[in-house]
């Protein structure tokens, strides 16, 4: 079935056909109409699911954690301010290893106050231990909930499914709706070994001293090394029931590439339109877009960018004192490796800001003229 639906009701139907039983979420713009429609499955009963209304993101989350614990596939949906608040119980989530799976609008953070879109939000967020893919349609966006619910359920550990506010939430495009049997064959109910219930009670998450603590965190690392291999594994099972592959990134134009962006998100795609101008014009130009953040896909990219000329990351949030995170991450994956590809750091589009294929035509001009970075910073259309 075939649908023109908006990214926002693209995570509520990938809720829906992962047949997700608890849902509590706090409505917050612009992650809104998630919330809304999953409300009207579950009153009208096309989603056997118990809807929760809560009166803040951090109940929310609280509600979910609980739900999980009891052996219930759960999911949430918030953005900006909402995911700060919910910060504790990210810890709570990934720590208690409850594998919620929770969609992200990023909006931009506050303070001036803002609705449009950049990262900060969910990549404030990247030590809590969630896994985290970044969308670039409403389609990975329908496909990934689905994927990350198996991910998570395998490795018990939460993933947050990020997409770009009003770039994708609030924009329709078609999207093919999967058949609910196949997800089910693909998607089995959860059935954790360990839950709780009157008839065998447990205990979750108290306190735990330095004797066992510190192997707690050990195992929460080992399985999260698992997890890029589990996304190619999943991912190529699904595209063999579906036809579409996710994977940990996404490489285009690369085999040849002189020059390679480093993206994620709707940006990634508007990246592609600039390399096809740039390969028009002569250039040899690739694209990386970066799907999966968490773990972060070293072997992927240490795989693809060794091989070009040059690399130019593209962020589209700020660490404060620091850099752009993916340039922060694609340093960390190519150092001390044998290589001499000369890394270009650039932040453009916070806010909301448009990225366009002659932005990604000023960075190539920018990063052609120099033989190595000057500055670790290159700020792209910002007003002086």
């Known amino acids: 079935m075939k649908k023109v639906i908006m990214g926002n009701h693209a995570l509520s139907w990938g809720a829906q056909l992962g047949r997700a039983q608890v849902i509590a979420a706090y409505p917050i713009t ?16 096309t989603l056997d699911a118990k809807f929760i209304k809560v009166e803040s993101e951090h109940s929310a989350m609280a509600a979910c954690i609980a739900a999980s614990i009891a052996g219930a596939r759960t999911f949430t949906a918030t953005s900006s301010q909402g995911l700060t608040l919910m910060h504790e119980l990210l810890h709570w989530a990934s720590g208690g290893r409850n594998p919620v799976v929770m969609g992200n609008i990023n909006r931009a953070m506050a303070p001036g106050w803002s609705i449009w879109t950049d990262q900060n939000d969910s990549l404030s967020q990247r ?7 970044y969308c670039s349609s409403n389609q990975e966006v329908v496909d990934t909930v689905i994927q990350a619910f198996r991910v998570s359920e395998a490795v018990m550990i939460p993933s947050m499914v990020i997409l770009d506010a009003f770039a994708l939430s609030h924009t329709y495009e078609v999207v093919d709706i999967p058949d609910q049997e196949k997800v089910d064959a693909f998607l089995p109910p959860f059935n954790p070994p360990i839950r709780l219930t009157p008839t065998a009670p447990h205990a979750f998450g108290g306190l735990t001293s330095p004797e066992h603590y510190f192997e707690l965190r050990y195992k929460l690392q080992k399985d999260m090394e698992k997890v890029p291999d589990l996304v190619e594994q999943t991912g190529r099972e699904y595209e063999k029931m579906f036809g579409r592959y996710l994977g940990q990134v996404e490489d285009y134009r690369c085999e040849d590439a002189e020059l390679i962006f480093v993206t994620s998100g709707t940006a990634g795609y508007t990246a592609r339109v600039g390399v096809d101008q740039l390969r028009q014009e002569g250039v040899k130009a690739g694209n990386l877009r970066i799907k999966m953040f968490r773990p972060f896909p070293f072997a992927k990219v240490r795989e693809i960018l060794t091989k070009a000329g040059k690399v130019a990351v593209v962020d589209r949030n700020i660490s404060y004192g620091h850099h752009g995170v993916f340039y922060q991450e694609v ?18 589009g916070l806010g ?18 120099k033989d190595k970075p000057e500055e670790d910073i290159t700020w792209i259309g910002v007003k002086r």
């Open 30 to 45: 612009p992650q809104t109409q998630v919330v809304e429609l999953l409300s009207e499955m579950c009153a009208n009963k």
């Open 127 to 133: 030590d809590t231990g969630w896994i985290q893919f």
């Open 331 to 348: 340093k960390s994956a190519l150092y001390g490796r044998d290589h001499n590809v000369p890394l270009f750091g650039y932040i453009t």
């Open 352 to 369: 909301g800001r448009d990225i366009t294929p002659e932005i990604y035509k000023e960075i190539a001009q920018l990063t052609l003229a």
